[in-house]
């Protein structure tokens, strides 16, 4: 089945519509003091656009060193500026800038691939040239309820990116995703359920696999949600 991060954005957003009208006759939600509409099409924005237009910070104009002048103006921690690559400076800045503006449904996507190692760089060649990855994340509420991307396949290129990551594992880096045995080559994604009353977690779908994709491939062809 011929998918990527695309499909599964119009799966995610089809998905919360559906569910929340069987559930409520409404695609209007009440979460804490907000009214959330799942209504498709959810809003998508590249990470750099989302800074740029809720932070109203222009990343394409920034040198690196301005960019940690920015984060050193947040409340960050600042040992998560040590060694920082500018890509993991713009996802930082994305994370103390934007995350808490992101209320109704937001798909944000293009992320750079310090991020995520098993990503594949993004198609298009200005982004590929940025070494943007197709990855998204879904938002509601100011929370993250979903990561997804389109999956690296080149073993070598893994294995490659995997010991960068484990290097930085050494180094003292907590995000980082070292080389492990036992890793799934086909998770895709996860969906985190929140409570509707209170801010906190409920619990986590596991991750979506290419078997599981047939559901995908089955609404992208015309047969909607069950």
């Not at 499909?7 to 009440?30: P, Q, R």
């Not at 104009?61 to 947040?74: A, W, Y």
């Not at 310090?114 to 982004?127: A, F, I, M, N, Q």
């Not at 977690?201 to 696999?209: D, F, K, R």
């Amino acid at each position: 089945v011929n998918l990527d991060y695309n499909d599964i954005m119009s799966l995610t957003e089809k998905l919360f519509e559906t569910i929340a009208i069987k559930l409520t006759g409404s695609t209007k939600v009440k979460f804490l003091d907000h009214e959330i509409d799942l209504k498709t099409p959810w809003k998508r924005l590249t990470m750099k656009d989302s800074i740029k237009e809720y932070a109203k910070i222009d990343i394409d104009k920034l040198s690196t060193e301005e960019i940690k002048n920015k984060l050193q103006e947040t409340k960050i921690n600042r040992e998560k500026l040590k060694g920082a690559t500018r890509g993991k400076m713009i996802a930082l800045l994305f994370e103390e800038l934007v995350e808490d503006k992101l209320i109704q449904p937001h798909h944000i996507t293009d992320h750079p691939i310090e991020t995520t190692p098993l990503c594949k760089v993004h198609r298009d060649p200005t982004k590929n040239k940025e070494v943007m990855v197709e990855r998204f994340e879904s938002f509601i509420a100011k929370k993250e309820f979903l990561n997804a991307y389109s999956e690296l396949n080149d073993p070598i290129q893994q294995r490659k990116l995997l010991e960068e990551q484990s290097i930085k594992k050494e180094s003292g880096d907590e995000e980082a995703h070292p080389v492990r045995q036992g890793l799934d080559p086909e998770k895709r994604g996860d969906i985190s359920i929140y409570q509707t009353d209170h801010d906190s977690y409920g619990t986590a779908l596991g991750g979506t696999t290419c078997q599981d994709l047939s559901l995908l491939h089955h609404y992208r062809s015309g047969g909607g949600l069950l």
